[in-house]
């Protein structure tokens, strides 16, 4: 599975109004990425992330995707401080 698949997914759920299980396909795909040590991927769903925040504003859900953007930056970091900007895990 690709984390793009799973942000089509949060596109959905958010379209339907069910922000919280799009926070958490955010969240599985931002696992993914940074699994796979996708520093590009990890950049696009914290993209993703704010903006589908944006419209949670309105149902109150926006705190969950606050913590989404908090972890996006992190794994973006600690894949920076790995150096391993684009390459595959080794193990």
């Known amino acids: 599975m690709e984390p793009e698949a799973l942000l089509e997914l949060a596109d959905d ?4 109004g069910e922000y919280e299980s799009a926070c958490h396909l955010l969240m599985a795909a931002l696992h993914l990425a940074e699994h796979r040590a996708d520093y590009d991927a990890v950049l696009h769903v914290g993209a993703a992330g704010r903006r589908l925040g944006v419209a949670a ?3 109150g859900r926006s705190g969950l995707f606050e913590e989404l953007d908090a972890r996006a930056e992190a794994a973006r970091l600690r894949l920076e401080r790995a150096g391993q900007l684009g390459r595959a895990p080794t193990a």
């Open 57 to 59: 504003v309105g149902a």
């Open 13 to 16: 759920a958010a379209g339907e």
